[in-house]
């Protein structure tokens, strides 16, 4: 079992900044992919990005390239969203999740996730 706890979401005006960082705990000595995903009210779970155990492999959405970084810290269990230039659109909950021995940019392969930090982005 992994457990996810994501923290650092909050409110920020447009064109702000936020760092998300999603802890992992429990059995974090396999290798595992991370993803960021979000809902926004109303809308589908989305996919936003994606890095590979030794962060070799990463994936932006479209809508937040050039704008977020997805990195990790293995020593720590960590893996950070860097959201800047954030935009009334970026708002909602964000997700962490884990995919055990792999890398996926399908949500519904993934194995665990967290609670969720929610974003909310002010024009």
């Known amino acids: 079992q992994v457990q996810l706890v994501e923290s650092g979401g909050g409110l920020v005006q447009a064109g702000g900044s936020l760092r998300l960082s999603c802890a992992a705990s429990?059995?974090?000595?396999?290798?595992?992919?991370m993803g960021w995903f979000r809902r926004a009210p109303g809308k589908e779970r989305e996919i936003v990005s994606v890095?590979?155990?030794?962060?070799?492999?990463?994936y932006y959405a479209e809508s937040v390239k050039g704008r977020f970084t997805i990195s990790r810290d293995n020593a720590k269990n960590t893996v950070y969203l860097q959201m800047n230039s954030l935009k009334p659109e970026d708002t909602a909950v964000y997700y962490c999740?884990?995919?055990?021995?792999?890398?996926?940019?399908?949500?519904?392969?993934?194995?665990?996730w967290g609670q969720g930090t929610q974003v909310t982005v002010s024009s």
């Open positions: 429990g059995r974090t000595s396999s290798s595992y992919g």
């Open positions: 890095i590979s155990y030794w962060g070799g492999s990463t």
């Open positions: 999740a884990a995919k055990m021995g792999g890398y996926t940019l399908v949500g519904s392969e993934y194995d665990y």
